[in-house]
């Protein structure tokens, strides 16, 4: 149980617990919203939106269960992810050979970092499930932005956490 996760609770900085607070908070907090507006929902509500964001079909309320269930999907994936240091990670992200020379405390940025990556896009995920739940909901359109922004901030994370750990691969090189 508990004892899996120690090895994370080692390694995980700050910035990571507080990504997986914010995580949480997103999640429940939809569920929690849906709970209690789940009597106003209308029978249809948007099922697609197209590029500029605006509602071109509907479908019936029951419909958004499976964004419900693909939200928590996503998050049982996120909590998943807390065991990885358990399964040789180091060697995945530096190789077997200098994965032994690598000090903690650069195996500790390499891991943080890492999970930075993929957990800000977990967060940048469930942000936008939460929102297009909350706008099919109010059967408002997204927002001519919706989209290009999803895109710029999930390149930038992958992008922009890549870059820092391929500079910390090439310290230990």
Not at 16 to 22: K, V, Y
Not at 33 to 53: D, M, R, S, T
């Given at each position: 149980?508990?004892?899996?996760?120690?090895?994370?609770?080692?390694?995980?900085?700050k910035?990571l617990r507080?990504?997986?607070?914010?995580?949480s908070?997103?999640?429940?907090g939809?569920?929690?919203?849906?709970?209690?507006?789940?009597?106003?929902?209308?029978?249809?509500?948007?099922?697609?939106?197209?590029?500029?964001?605006e509602?071109?079909?509907?479908?019936?309320?029951?419909?958004?269960?499976?964004l419900?269930?693909?939200?928590?999907?996503?998050?049982?994936?996120?909590?998943?992810t807390?065991?990885?240091?358990?399964?040789?990670?180091k060697?995945?992200?530096?190789g077997?050979?200098?994965?032994a020379?690598v000090?903690?405390?650069?195996?500790?940025e390499?891991?943080?970092?890492?999970m930075?990556?993929?957990?800000?896009?977990?967060?940048?995920?469930?942000?936008?499930?939460?929102?297009?739940?909350?706008?099919?909901?109010?059967?408002?359109?997204?927002?001519?932005?919706?989209?290009?922004?999803?895109?710029?901030?999930l390149?930038?994370?992958?992008?922009?956490?890549?870059?820092?750990?391929?500079?910390?691969?090439?310290?230990?090189?």
């Amino acid at each position: 149980g508990v004892g899996m996760f120690k090895e994370w609770k080692k390694l995980a900085g700050k910035p990571l617990r507080i990504i997986d607070i914010l995580i949480s908070i997103v999640v429940i907090g939809l569920t929690v919203f849906l709970i209690i507006y789940w009597k106003h929902i209308p029978e249809q509500v948007p099922q697609h939106w197209n590029f500029a964001g605006e509602i071109d079909d509907y479908a019936d309320a029951g419909s958004y269960i499976m964004l419900v269930i693909m939200m928590y999907f996503f998050y049982a994936w996120h909590q998943l992810t807390k065991l990885s240091p358990t399964f040789g990670w180091k060697e995945n992200i530096f190789g077997k050979e200098p994965a032994a020379k690598v000090s903690e405390e650069v195996a500790k940025e390499a891991f943080n970092t890492l999970m930075l990556m993929l957990w800000i896009c977990d967060l940048i995920l469930q942000i936008v499930l939460a929102y297009i739940v909350v706008c099919g909901v109010f059967v408002a359109n997204l927002g001519k932005w919706f989209l290009s922004v999803t895109f710029i901030l999930l390149t930038a994370d992958f992008v922009l956490f890549g870059i820092k750990l391929v500079r910390i691969k090439n310290r230990v090189r």
